[in-house]
């Protein structure tokens, strides 16, 4: 079946800027953005198909700015901002009981406007599968307030300031909430005999039949409410040393509190340790008992991050810049999975592969997960634990750039910078949790112990002129990590290799470009500059040329990295889409294993257009109206996804799939300015 996906996005924005005295300025800003996506699915009215169902998101913000000026020395800067966001996915069929309309009994026999159960079996080849695990929906507030006082001193200027934030996120999720019917996979081949009461083929065995097992969570769900405050304080010195050197010397002190739930249903894990130093035992500890912070992390405040910089003018035409900073980063807490509101007693699933209700019909109910006692280590078959270690670091990275600018004339500057950053206390998966077995087989270990590298080599050429002004920019860059953190690209969804070693996994990052070329342009078009209707046109052009990402071959549909075959070079493939790398470079692992490198081919890159044509237009002597006519990828050049990664797929090597949003789009732009 074809699926046409409907879509839409709004966005408004509003700035009024007030002078109230010489030495009073008020400024006001507020957005509104709107945006929906709908798949319908392979099967109309209900979901069917990844990707299918409504994604939603709405934002709305506010800022208000102050700007007081005390002398000509001193300047202070007030900022206050709101912002409202809200995404969502909802499932085909939300807000409809299609479980009850057709008798499907769900989980203990409870069933919610929510869709329909998942049901289905093995790769969806016989069965597509229907329905899916819930729907989700975020809530983000966050408040922010920010100071600054400039002091100019001789040939100092000192700036002094802080900012606190307050965020509050809400969750909404029914994690397995409809419950997962799961029937066997098991075909029958001539001369080969199906296990005891199957029938060996997946669409009888939904008809007639039992499933292989089952998975349920608790129908409905009851809202997740998490706050976390962000401070900082700051104090820097642009020192102007000499006419042509200027320093520029600071200090940044930063405190990332740990999220909390506000009715402290929250929990965590302290694990016990055998004699070898793994994990080998462990209870769940809840938020704000038994001297555990309401967060269950304690909190990291020695965040202190140096910044120094310096200025130096060779001559009239070139000068020397360069910077060092160490800057720390808000926790990346790591998706909708890796919350610790996500654990027992508070979010409870069960598989059940054997036993009282794990072999049911379609026509009868799935029992609800047993209760939780936090005081017993025992949990039921599917119920995982997050779990993040106590005293946990706050990210950092070391930032440097070292370069020269120097203006050759024509209103043209060239520039030639080395950037380079090192991260330090980075997320990593270490481990998921198994379905199954003691409590340390059951974690879903989260934790800052990644690294990261990058450098870069970053030409650029400027010209800002009346008529034709331009900037070309070129970039050559490495960048590689030793984990992929929770939200991976292409190189996989992996657990490491040793998480004892995280070295062992270090290789190109999943976002790693190796050349990338941008121009942009804009043309003042000189024709009928007399006319207030045909003249006064503007052309702007972005030109994009890049390499592609980097990414890694598996075993099977497995998140295990397949073998590589000696003497096969995986980069040397024809690059078309029947075959983009070389598949004869990678095979299935064996006992003894020569696992491949992590994210060792590289991908097809990005050519893209993007045009625009604007004019401003007078009102009046105090308003204006800009029109815009904007095009993306104007020729819809074809800009290709990752080919299939799967070593044994019959279309590995092949490219099936086009970038997200990448096809050719238009848009039309209007701003009043009064």
Request: net charge negative; aromatic share 12%.
């Amino acid at each position: 079946m074809r699926r046409e996906n409907e879509g839409r996005f709004n966005d408004f924005d509003l700035r009024i800027d007030h002078r109230l005295s010489n030495t009073d300025q008020l400024f006001l800003r507020g957005s509104l953005s709107d945006s929906e996506k709908f798949d319908p699915g392979r099967i109309p009215g209900y979901q069917a198909g990844f990707g299918s169902g409504t994604a939603e998101a709405k934002a709305w913000s506010v800022a208000l700015g102050y700007n007081k000026v005390f002398s000509s020395a001193v300047v202070n800067e007030l900022r206050v901002g709101y912002v409202d966001y809200e995404y969502a996915f909802l499932p085909v069929g939300f807000g409809t009981n299609q479980n009850a309309q057709i008798g499907i009994p769900g989980p203990g026999g409870i069933s919610v406007d929510n869709g329909i159960s998942l049901i289905g079996g093995g790769d969806g080849r016989y069965i597509e599968y229907l329905g899916d695990f819930g729907q989700f929906r975020i809530k983000q507030n966050t408040f922010q307030v920010s100071d600054s006082l400039t002091w100019v001193k001789n040939q100092h200027s000192f700036k002094f300031g802080g900012t606190v934030l307050m965020a509050d996120l809400d969750s909404e999720r029914s994690q397995f909430g409809k419950g997962f019917y799961f029937y066997p996979d098991q075909v029958s081949t001539p001369g080969g005999r199906p296990d005891a009461g199957r029938t060996g083929y997946e669409v009888a065995e939904m008809l007639i039949g039992t499933t292989a097992f089952t998975a349920t969570g608790i129908p409905g769900f009851t809202p997740f409410k998490t706050r976390a405050f962000e401070t900082s304080a700051f104090v820097q010195d642009d020192w102007r040393v000499s006419p042509k050197l200027t320093l520029n010397l600071g200090l940044r002190w930063d405190l990332f509190t740990p999220y909390y739930e506000q009715d402290d249903r929250l929990a965590n894990f302290e694990p016990t340790f055998g004699a070898s130093g793994n994990i080998s035992g462990g209870t769940l500890v809840l938020a704000g008992e038994n001297g555990v912070p309401r967060a269950t992390v304690d909190k990291d405040w020695n965040n202190f991050g140096p910044r120094v910089g310096f200025a130096y003018q060779l001559d009239d035409k070139t000068v020397v810049r360069g910077s060092y900073g160490l800057l720390y980063a808000a926790p990346d807490r790591g998706g909708i999975d890796n919350q610790l509101t996500e654990n027992p007693p508070y979010t409870v699933t069960a598989f059940r592969f054997g036993g009282p209700g794990a072999n049911v019909r379609l026509s009868d109910p799935i029992p609800l997960p047993p209760s939780i006692d936090p005081n017993n280590p025992v949990l039921p078959d599917g119920s995982g634990v997050v779990y993040i270690p106590r005293e946990t670091k706050t990210s950092k990275y070391h930032q440097v750039n070292l370069g020269v600018q120097r203006e050759i004339g024509w209103q043209t500057a060239a520039s030639v910078f080395y950037v380079a950053n090192r991260g330090d206390n980075l997320a990593a998966q270490l481990q998921f949790a198994g379905f199954s077995g003691d409590i340390q087989g059951r974690l879903r270990i989260y934790q800052n112990v990644a690294e990261s590298w990058y450098d870069s080599l970053q030409l650029s050429l400027r010209r800002t002129a009346a008529d034709v002004s331009y900037i070309a920019s070129y970039t050559w860059g490495h960048a590689q990590n030793n984990a992929p953190g929770a939200f991976p690209g292409p190189g996989g969804f992996v657990t490491p290799t040793d998480a004892d070693d995280l070295g062992v996994d270090k290789g190109n990052a999943d976002f790693d470009v190796r050349h990338r070329f941008t121009l942009g342009a804009t043309w003042a078009l000189p024709f009928a500059k007399n006319n207030n209707v045909l003249g006064g046109w503007s052309l702007n052009a972005i030109l994009t040329l890049q390499t592609g990402n980097w990414f890694s071959a598996f075993a099977g549909n497995s998140q295990t990295r397949a073998d590589s075959v000696p003497g096969q070079n995986p980069n040397d493939g024809p690059r078309t889409t029947a075959q983009w790398f070389n598949t004869a470079a990678f095979t299935n692992p064996t006992p003894a294993t020569d696992r491949s490198g992590r994210n060792i081919v590289e991908g097809p890159g990005l050519r893209a257009l993007d045009l625009s044509l604007f004019k401003t237009f007078k009102l009046g002597e105090r308003v204006a109206l800009e029109v815009r006519a904007e095009s993306f990828n104007i020729f819809n050049t074809p800009q290709y996804g990752i080919p299939n990664q799967f070593v044994g797929d019959p279309n590995f090597g092949k490219i099936t799939s086009t970038r997200q949003n990448s096809e050719r789009q238009f848009q039309f732009a209007g701003r009043l300015t009064f």
